[in-house]
């Protein structure tokens, strides 16, 4: 089986300061990682994925992460937050024990302040 | 189309309808997914097509759900004598092959149950 915990329904940064938004997850295999990114009524964007290539992963719109396998963590970072990131962020996991079905977690909603 | 596409946008029906949920995906993708989006909830996945079968409907609650890829392209997803509980966004996503691929997802459709 394979699932995904993201830490913090809310985070709430200043306009300029560093984001994180964490996530752990479970699988037995090898995993393939995501993060995915929702505005208000619209449908999911990829902003990055992890296929066991380089364990920093570069996204877009400045958005970065980090695979840990000692952890099992994907954190998503950015150096320095914009306004217009201000959104929805779900994690994702997606394994050969899961069929390769994409498992997202409950999301964390990034707040942004000016 | 260039991405997925998904209709209608919004459907209200009453208790105790039928509705249908129509998702296009992107051209040559034979992988295809139904999630269900519950406010403040993450994607929970439904059911998933590689080409014309349902390789995975575990995520299906009920038997008044029902989802069909006749032709391996456009899928239908069917609920059948509709509950307030049922109402929810109902994405769909297409991925090129399934395994590990990135899944693109259509803007949803917002079902209301009254």
């Known amino acids: 089986a394979q699932s995904v915990t993201q830490l913090g329904s809310h985070v709430s940064v200043s306009e300029g300061a560093l984001v994180l938004l964490r996530c752990n997850y479970s699988?037995?295999?090898?995993?393939?990682l995501f993060w995915y990114v929702q505005y208000p009524n619209q449908g999911l964007q990829l902003l990055l994925k992890?296929?066991?290539?380089?364990?920093l992963v570069k996204g877009i719109n400045g958005f970065e992460a980090e695979f840990k396998k000692s952890e099992t963590s994907f954190h998503l970072t950015k150096p320095s937050a914009h306004m217009s990131d201000a959104a929805e962020y779900f994690c994702?996991?997606?394994?050969?024990?899961?069929?390769?079905?994409?498992?997202f977690g409950r999301g964390t909603s990034l707040i942004v302040h000016p | 189309g260039a991405g997925v596409s998904q209709t209608p946008s919004n459907k209200v029906t009453e208790k105790g309808k039928y509705v249908e949920l129509r998702c296009d995906p992107i051209?040559?993708?034979?992988?295809l997914y139904w999630y269900r989006q519950s406010l403040g909830q993450g994607p929970e996945f439904l059911i998933y097509?590689?080409?014309?079968?349902?390789?995975?409907d575990s995520g299906l609650p009920n038997d008044r759900f029902f989802a069909v890829r006749p032709e391996g392209s456009v899928s239908t997803l069917k609920i059948q004598r509709t509950e307030r509980g049922d109402s929810a966004v109902y994405l769909c996503?297409?991925?090129?092959?399934?395994?590990?691929?990135?899944?693109?997802f259509g803007q949803g459709t917002r079902l209301t149950v009254v």
């Open positions: 097509f590689q080409g014309t079968g349902a390789a995975d």
């Open positions: 994702a996991v997606s394994a050969s024990g899961g069929s390769y079905i994409p498992t």
């Open positions: 996503a297409s991925s090129s092959t399934g395994g590990g691929t990135e899944a693109f």
């Open positions: 051209s040559g993708h034979t992988a």
């Open positions: 699988s037995s295999v090898p995993p393939y």
């Open positions: 992890y296929t066991s290539a380089a364990t």
